[in-house]
Nanobody, 115 residues
């Protein structure tokens, strides 16, 4: 079992920045790939960014150059730094990992970009 707890969402103006955090309960955190997904109202959940235990990173085209994913293995935490926020970034953001064939999700944190 892994518990994932997100924090750091909120309301931000276009062009602003936010940093999301995801704390994992499992001590073998460093062995797993971690990812951030988001889901906007009426849309499917989509991958935003992913980082493997070896540090390989992938981003959705829509966030490249604006978002940065990173992880602190000693703290069992993964971060998502979001710069130059746009209204279309508004969504619930979820932290994800998997162990074997089992997916684990956090409860989600709301990000709203609006003036």
């Amino acid at each position: 079992q892994v518990q994932l707890v997100e924090s750091g969402g909120g309301l931000e103006q276009p062009g602003g920045s936010l940093r999301l955090s995801c704390a994992a309960s499992r001590s073998s955190f460093s062995l797993n790939a971690m990812a951030w997904y988001r889901q906007a109202p009426g849309k499917q959940r989509e991958l935003v960014a992913r980082i493997t235990s070896g540090g390989t990173i992938n981003y959705a085209d829509s966030v490249k150059g604006r978002f940065t994913i990173s992880r602190a293995n000693a703290a069992n935490t993964v971060y998502l730094r979001m710069n130059s926020l746009k209204p279309e970034d508004t969504a619930v953001y979820y932290c994800h990992t998997s162990i074997g064939f089992t997916d684990y999700w956090g409860q989600g944190t709301q990000v709203t970009v609006s003036s």
